[in-house]
T-cell receptor
Framework: KNEVEQSPQNLTAQEGEFITINCSYS?????LHWLQQHPGGGIVSLFM???GKKKHGRLIATINIQEKHSSLHITASHPRDSAVYIC????????????FGKGTHLIIQP | GAGVSQSPSNKVTEKGKDVELRCDPI?????LYWYRQSLGQGLEFLIY????????KSGLPSDRFSAERTGGSVSTLTIQRTQQEDSAVYLC?????????????FGPGTRLTVL
């Protein structure tokens, strides 16, 4: 079973700061997902990646397959970025659901 | 509808009763997933459908849990003889194809409280 570890668990930063959230997993994967969950509970998929780097607006996600590690970066952070960010992996091999990290609770203060 | 919908949004039931949770995936999405999010437990996978069949039931926590999908669309998750530890938010997601690298689109969830 894949173990997904995220760090930090909680992060409070000031508006404008550069944010990094890390995710490590124990077993090879077919894809890694970054999800965002707002206080209301809805989950939105931010990125899905299997190699390299993806960018969308102020969000950047990278993955290193050899090191089994991914990072999510937020540039010029804003209070509306406050949410729980969840890393999840598809392990493949018949396990068709996602395995989730416990999430990083991010608060951006104005 | 534009997104995944779930009903009811909230369900309060008494211990021992059966409950049914419904998921309407995005039209045309062939893959459908059920997850649950318990306080302090994070998100966990329950079951996956490809069309109407469920090739992976490994995440169902006990035989009190079952799910079906009809017509390749709507899915129902049934919990029999509910227990207090079943209290959680049950989330449904769908994706266009079975491919493991497809983006999954999540519904708003059903918050189940077992008294």
């Amino acid at each position: 079973k894949n173990e997904v570890e995220q760090s930090p668990q909680n992060l409070t930063a000031q508006e404008g700061e550069f944010i990094t959230i890390n995710c490590s997993y124990s077993v090879g994967i077919s894809a890694l997902h970054w999800l965002q969950q707002h206080p209301g509970g809805g989950i939105v998929s931010l990125f899905m990646l299997s190699s390299g780097k993806k960018k969308h607006g102020r969000l950047i996600a990278t993955i290193n397959i050899q090191e089994k590690h991914s990072s999510l970066h937020i540039t010029a952070s804003h209070p509306r970025d406050s949410a729980v960010y969840i890393c999840a992996v598809n392990s493949g091999g018949g396990a068709d659901g996602l395995t989730f990290g416990k999430g990083t609770h991010l608060i951006i203060q104005p | 509808g534009a997104g995944v919908s779930q009903s009811p949004s909230n369900k309060v039931t008494e211990k021992g009763k059966d409950v049914e949770l419904r998921c309407d995936p995005i039209s045309g999405h062939t893959a459908l997933y059920w997850y649950r999010q318990s306080l302090g437990q994070g998100l966990e996978f329950l079951i996956y459908f490809q069309g109407n069949s469920a090739p992976d039931k490994s995440g169902l926590p006990s035989d009190r849990f079952s799910a079906e999908r009809t017509g390749g669309s709507v899915s129902t998750l049934t919990i029999q003889r509910t227990q207090q530890e079943d209290s959680a938010v049950y989330l449904c997601a769908s994706s266009l194809m079975r491919h493991l690298t497809d983006t999954q689109y999540f519904g708003p969830g059903t918050r189940l409280t077992v008294l």
